[in-house]
């Protein structure tokens, strides 16, 4: 006469939770043992309400997944949308399993399959025959250099500083950044964003690019990052992550990776990858477009956990009976 969604809705409940924080043990990885499950208390309603109870949460995750799957849908029309504004079809080109190079081209050059795949050139060459001003970021660039590499010696406040987890495509995460104290700052050195510059990761997922937000000025950044600041005017900084984080820039970035284990990329490796200019207006225009995706997305994902929330809180109501089931 139990229902088991009724019984995973309890225990995720915070009056579940509860009970197994308090009786869970362990120093480094807290754990809970059979026996300890069979002393957790748990009221049993009427079969009927506890199908209620279980329909409330299991109504809401639905709808969660619902407006995940929609704000993924739009997420990735992003690229699309760039790509199509660009005037180039990205689905033309292919990721070869295998090519052929002349022995000439290697002559005195890199010899490994991601330098040479043709898929970068393929990647250029629709940008080119699309009739856009094509230059190597180098154009652009104003000041290029590494982040800091320190000890990771925390404090609970001080100098904000940008870890490589903190980057996200087009989309630099401020929540969960940590802070190095005050005395520290010289040794950061140059390591330090303004807003509107530029973040590239250069090791493990090598090539996640964001922009700076004016929430994050004066922040410091780690070495397994490098920045890059544009001249003013040059072009939209916006618009060139967008471009960098598209297939077209991914392309050119995977050609640009070097190293055997940990895969990176150079200052050098950044500054030769080409870039599209179209007038600036465009760029803005693009830019604006993408952003207005995101944030639907980015609205959509919130509204999802909303929704989890508001009926966390309804069923711990009705658990409580200060509500009807």
């Known amino acids: 006469g139990i229902s088991p969604h009724y019984l995973a809705t309890f225990f995720n409940s915070k009056f579940g939770r509860y009970q197994s924080e308090r009786i869970a043990n362990g120093q480094t990885v807290l754990n809970i043992n059979i026996g300890e499950i069979g002393q957790l208390q748990i009221p049993i309603p009427p079969r009927d309400v506890q199908d209620r109870i279980a329909g409330v949460m299991q109504a809401a995750y639905a709808a969660r997944r619902e407006k995940l799957a929609q704000a993924e849908k739009i997420e990735a029309t992003v690229d699309e949308y760039v790509l199509r504004q660009l005037g180039v079809d990205w689905s033309d080109i292919q990721d070869p399993k295998r090519f052929v190079v002349s022995i000439s081209q ?178 803005d225009t693009i830019a604006e477009k993408a952003d207005s995706l995101r944030a639907e997305a980015k609205r959509l994902r919130a509204d999802a956990e909303q929704v989890v929330a508001e009926a966390k809180a309804r069923v711990e109501r009705m658990l409580l009976g200060e509500e009807g089931a």
């Open 106 to 283: 290697l002559a005195g050059s890199r010899f490994d399959v991601r330098y040479r795949s043709p898929k970068a050139p393929h990647a250029l060459d629709a940008l080119e025959n699309a009739g856009h001003h094509v230059v190597e970021l180098r154009t652009p660039i104003e000041t290029i250099h590494y982040g800091a590499s320190v000890k990771n010696d925390y404090a609970s406040r001080g100098i904000p500083f940008i870890r490589i987890g903190n980057l996200r495509a087009n989309e630099i995460d401020t929540e969960d950044i940590v802070f190095f104290p005050e005395d520290k700052r010289e040794l950061l050195g140059k390591a330090f964003v303004k807003a509107g510059d530029l973040l590239m990761s250069r090791s493990g997922s090598v090539g996640i690019v964001a922009v700076v937000p004016p929430t994050a000025e004066g922040f410091a950044f780690g070495s397994f990052q490098i920045k890059f600041r544009l001249k003013d005017g040059s072009a939209n900084p916006y618009f060139i992550s967008y471009f960098l984080n598209s297939p077209l820039g991914k392309a050119q970035i995977e050609q640009q990776k070097t190293g055997s284990i940990q895969m990176n990329i150079t200052i050098e490796g950044i500054k030769s990858l080409r870039v599209p200019l179209p007038a600036i207006e465009t760029q």
